[in-house]
Nanobody, 130 residues
Framework: EVQLVESGGGLVQAGGSLRLACTAS????????IGWFRQAPGKECEGIAC????????YYDDSVQGRFTISRDNAKATVYLQMNSLKPEDTAVYYC???????????????????????WGQGTQVTVSS
């Protein structure tokens, strides 16, 4: 079974940076994608970035475009989310999720579909102070 473990959250001042990591295990053959989601208090969980394993194509939500970068290190089975120029509104619990169903990984932007994500990590808190 696929397992995902996130790390790297914490407290940072506005304008600062953090790097989240999502280490995956249990994947079998076939394509997959890793997405990053976040859920702020009182708000719905939203997909903010995604990377496809087969071709490295990516997707970013407008709210993080230009500030966050998703990348992968296949040798370490880890996907990173580099977060720069953090704002107080980025405060949330951040989750990584994995998807292997072909319909959901045809394009990286499919991460915004409500039912995206077969497997989920436990989440990591990111708090940005003003």
């Amino acid at each position: 079974e696929v397992q995902l473990v996130e790390s790297g959250g914490g407290l940072v001042q506005a304008g600062g940076s953090l790097r989240l990591a999502c280490t995956a295990s249990g994947f079998t053959s076939g394509d997959s994608a890793i997405g990053w989601f976040r859920q702020a208090p009182g708000k719905e969980c939203e997909g903010i970035a995604c990377i496809k394993n087969s071709d490295g194509s990516t997707y970013y939500d407008d709210s993080v475009q230009g500030r966050f970068t998703i990348s992968r290190d296949n040798a370490k089975a880890t996907v990173y989310l580099q977060m720069n120029s953090l704002k107080p509104e980025d405060t949330a619990v951040y989750y990584c999720a994995a998807e292997t169903r072909p319909l959901f990984i045809v394009q990286a932007f499919m991460v915004v579909v409500g039912t995206w994500g077969e497997y989920w990590g436990q989440g990591t808190q990111v708090t940005v102070s003003s």
